[in-house]
């Protein structure tokens, strides 16, 4: 947890000491906004004032912003002097501010109305100077979609990655009468995973138009770390965090949690360590991430943004320090909230560090007799969070090195009891299938190697079988309050309040994508084998018999979670929550429509057409339509949404284009 107890000061953990405020009386300022002038109220002078935050009114001044002056009952020499003494202050203030970066010398606890209010008071970086999100990654938080264009990309993506599936889309999308020049064909991907040298693909799925990143929209600021909002902002955005995400992976201690927060609020900023400050500000930052079902629009992206670099500031001198398992739980939580973001370096960084950390501490050690049974849930439960985490790459944490077991009945966020089983329940069913999703990567995927050649087609269907009868054998022992949604079923919940469909969302779109990835190598299998020549017409004929039942149930696993996609947007427009993880919704929809378009390639081989009549192109279509509706609905301002968004439209147009205007849907257009 963030704080099972007191920690004593160490290098990688220092406690915070600015310098103590003495109360004072309150001082006249020499000039009153226009709304307190107008109103004859009290003004404190400050940018906005108090009164006119808490009225929530415009808060303007005559002449030009200054430090508020103290009126004095003395002679108008003393208040020369003061605005003298104010003058050199901000003479000084600006010469510090045009030289180079410095750590603040005695950091104060600050409020504002919100991070971006604050941030405007605070200087502006120079164009060199860069924050953590400042990085051109090329590729989103939880690799779906490539977004840097015009290069090759400089980072490795395994096979299961959303990136890797991209190209091998691409790869196999040329026609079946090599006589046809049409545009997919006419575009030369290379087929290594994670790997492209052609330009002309990178110029295909170019960078949407109109689109900038968050920090060149914003312009680049220097944080305050110590900065605070509100105090009823910030116990809203712990409320809905301890409700929502900590229900989802329950491993902050909410109780120890909240008595660190009340000694912050009493004795100020110097009572907590740097690290405990750093994970309220993520908790903000995720909290602030996941108010609605949707992406979030600039405003509320750029506050969590400003939370989440103020956490960076605080830690940034001791992540190659001593670590300890409030370090290792800020890296995990950093890392949920970098998957809404175009940050997959950092992520994956930020992993790597976190991982290390567990190791170091040895939370893969389970019976320690000399810790509480609190202190040894805490370490076991972030043990097992690691597993959840998925990048495309190979896994950092081999599965023989996790040795499962089901939760105890341990509540971590004040909730009812009968939401903790919920939580519970969830969790270990969250981390049994995150074992499943292993062993697939490594009988399927090479562990995201690359190192050996693709499975035979005979052992790849076989493996293929086994993992699904994993699958649903899992899905049997889940309890009722979280069984898997089908597509007819009716989602139902009231907006930021605790429950369970909030959970059985989540758990099913995990579901049915490590069902996709699953049966994704029989896509391959259908794509590159060369029965479409009808060379090999004894084993196409075999292929087409066993694969055409795993073919049918990818269908029906794509259109669930498109329909489940398509349920969380719709209560969306109703002041409802279903998921909050947004990314997720774009994630799982953008796989999806992949896998979609991939069926649609198949049915064009004239060996397979015939067969795979279960469903029709018009069907398959359909699907895609849905996915985009889903991505133009998601999207409120994301750099991710409207790169998955504008992808899937180009890929659309290009398959009706090929198909020589054979399909209905060609005159569709999209916003």
Known sequence: MADQRPQSSTPGDSDIRPTKTQGRKRKRVSVACRSCRVRKSRCDGARPCSTCEVMDTECRYEQPYSQPVAITNGSSERQEESLLEQRLQAIEKRLRLSGPDKEFDSPEMHTATSPTIQENHESRRSPGMKGPLDQDDGVDGMGAVALKDGADEEEYFGASSNVAFLRFIHAVSHPVNPADNLPLSSIDVSTEVGQSNDNRFDAFLRRPSGISSLTESQGRVRVDPFALPPQVEADALLHLFFTTVNLMIPCIYESSFRDTYRKLQIDGIRSVRRSWLGTLNVVFALATNVMTATSPNIERATRASIYFERAMELVKSDILGRLSLEMVQLFLLMEGYLEGTTSSSLAWTLHGLAVKGAYQLGLHIMDSKSM???????????????????????????????????????????????????????FDAMMSIAHIMGDALERLYDQNLGLRPRLPMSESLNQISKLRWELAQWQDNLPSCLQIIASQDTLDDVPLTVGTTRLRVLLSLRFLGARILILRPVLSQFLDFPGMTFSNEHQSEWLRNSSAVLLADLVRTCGDILQISKSILAGSRNDQNLLGAWWFSCYYTFNSSLAVLGILLIKRIPAYSGQLSTFSVTELRSLLETAMEVLRGLNKGSETVMRC??????????????????????????D
């Not at 969070?385 to 190979?394: A, D, E, I, K, Q």
């Not at 659309?652 to 060609?666: E, M, Q, R, V």
Request: aromatic share 18%; hydrophobic share 35%.
């Open 645 to 670: 968004r504008d992808t899937l439209m180009r890929l659309i147009t290009a398959f009706d284009f090929d198909g020589n205007n054979a399909y209905p849907f060609l005159g569709t257009t999209y």
């Open 372 to 426: 509480s049974q609190t202190d040894r849930e805490v370490r076991r439960r972030s043990w097992y969070w690691f597993l959840s985490v998925t990048y495309g790459r190979p896994p950092l944490i081999p599965l023989t090195h996790v040795r499962f077991e089901a939760s105890p009945y341990i509540t971590f966020s004040n909730v009812p009891s009968g939401v903790t089983v919920s939580s519970l329940a969830y």
